[in-house]
């Protein structure tokens, strides 16, 4: 039977020093860090996961500020709030909840979000950065996936990675983290889609499977090599009438199944996704600490 990959206690074990350091700029700097959050239309999904979000940043010190819009508040007003966040000296992040409106060009409004405010780790400089291995705010759901991996001594180095999905916000930005002449990194890295004939032919291969595909239990024990390591992204709603919200939350992997013959696997909830408001919150310290440090 796999290892449980506990995201909620390796995600508070971060939060507990991310405390920590908003205290010490709190204490040397007298700057508490702000993140600016919008949330277009009502998304319950959306909705959601800014509540969460609210909830983490309250709980380590972080200052939220909040914009909530109809959906059909226009791309021009959106555009010009993130001009008025890019020039507040107490906002150190800025969150764009997707999706927007579609009348909205997403793509817009993410590149006009100042680099350094770029807390989501979406714009394409830091998306560039992040490729040729400099400094910058890595997305936070590839990030928290390392940041797992790190406290769970799970080494990539030297590793076949297959990652299936090759998303923007996940599987594109995790497939080049892994690439990386880093520590942290240094895998050998697949990725497969939707065009890809055969994607067992590859999962099979794999020491590390990372799914980020939106389908619920998409990967099957026969899909994974014994002893492999298994990261489930996937958030996906399934009808469960016996539940009292009408559904429960499954990833896009066969949990049953497949934890008993990996080595390890994260749970879906309760794995990759706390990760991912813990690397919003470590992103946004950091950008308050590279402004006043
Ligand atoms: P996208 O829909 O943007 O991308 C899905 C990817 O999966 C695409 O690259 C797509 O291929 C591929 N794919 C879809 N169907 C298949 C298939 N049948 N076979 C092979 N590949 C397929 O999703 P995201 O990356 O945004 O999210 C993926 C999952 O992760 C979702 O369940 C989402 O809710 C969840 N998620 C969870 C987060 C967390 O914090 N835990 C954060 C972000 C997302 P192609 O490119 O060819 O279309």
Redesign the pocket.
């Known amino acids: 039977m796999a290892r449980i990959i506990d995201g909620n206690a390796v995600s508070k074990e971060i939060r507990e020093d991310l405390k920590k350091r908003v205290a010490k700029l709190q204490e040397l700097q007298n700057i508490t860090p702000g993140l600016a959050v919008i949330l277009v239309g009502e998304n319950p999904a959306s909705q959601s996961y800014v509540r969460a979000k609210h909830r983490a940043c309250k709980n380590i010190g972080i200052r939220t500020k909040d914009f909530n819009f109809p959906s059909d508040i226009s791309e021009a007003e959106i555009l010009n709030l993130v001009d008025t966040l890019n020039n507040d000296p107490e906002i150190h992040g800025i969150l764009v909840q997707l999706p927007l409106s579609a009348h909205i060009d997403e793509q817009k409004v993410l590149l006009k979000i100042h680099p350094d405010k770029d807390v989501d780790g979406f714009h394409p400089q830091s998306i560039g950065k992040l490729v040729i291995g400099l400094d910058t705010f890595f997305p936070c759901?590839p990030f928290?996936i390392i940041k797992l991996l790190e406290h769970t001594g799970i080494s990539p180095e030297g590793k076949h990675v297959c990652v299936?999905?090759?998303?923007n916000?996940?599987?594109k930005p995790i497939a080049n983290l892994l690439m990386q002449k880093e520590k942290h990194a240094n895998a050998t890295v697949t990725v497969?889609?939707?065009?890809?004939p055969d994607?067992k032919n590859f999962t099979l291969q794999a020491d590390i499977v990372i799914a980020?595909?939106?389908?619920p239990e998409?990967i099957t024990a026969d899909m994974v090599k014994e002893g492999a390591v298994v990261i489930d992204?996937?958030?996906?709603r399934i009808d469960d009438p016996e539940k009292e919200k009408g559904y429960r939350l499954v990833g896009?992997v066969d949990f049953d199944n497949v934890s008993k013959i990996a080595s390890a696997i994260t749970p879906v909830p309760g794995g990759?996704?706390p990760m991912?408001i813990t690397m919003l919150m470590y992103n946004t310290i950091l950008s308050a600490e590279r402004a006043h440090y």
């Open positions: 759901t928290g299936v999905g090759r998303s916000i996940v599987g497969c889609h939707s065009r890809t994607i980020a595909i939106g389908k998409f992204v996937g958030i996906n896009d990759v996704g991912t």
